[in-house]
């Protein structure tokens, strides 16, 4: 392989490397965000059945 190709050939791969590792952190964002919507969504269910349990129990009494 003379040097010219070599040169092509690596840079051709550092591109595809950089790219999928572009798309890799860019999934991995997105599944972060995921997470923390769904953790805010957990804590707020979790007030609202504190709630819930509150206001039952003074019904109860």
Same mark, same amino acid.
């Given at each position: 392989?003379?040097?010219?190709?070599?040169? *092509? @050939? =690596?840079?051709?791969?550092?591109? @595809?490397?950089?790219?999928?590792?572009?798309? *890799?952190? =860019? #999934?991995?964002? +997105?599944?972060? @965000? /995921?997470?923390?919507? =769904?953790?805010?969504?957990? #804590? %707020? *269910? #979790?007030? %609202?059945?504190? %709630?819930? *349990? +509150?206001? /039952? @129990? /003074? #019904?109860? +009494?």
């Amino acid at each position: 392989m003379d040097p010219i190709t070599m040169f *092509l @050939a =690596n840079t051709a791969l550092v591109i @595809a490397s950089a790219g999928g590792l572009f798309t *890799l952190c =860019n #999934q991995f964002s +997105k599944l972060t @965000a /995921r997470w923390s919507v =769904n953790k805010a969504k957990k #804590q %707020e *269910l #979790q007030a %609202e059945f504190a %709630e819930f *349990l +509150k206001v /039952r @129990a /003074r #019904q109860g +009494k």
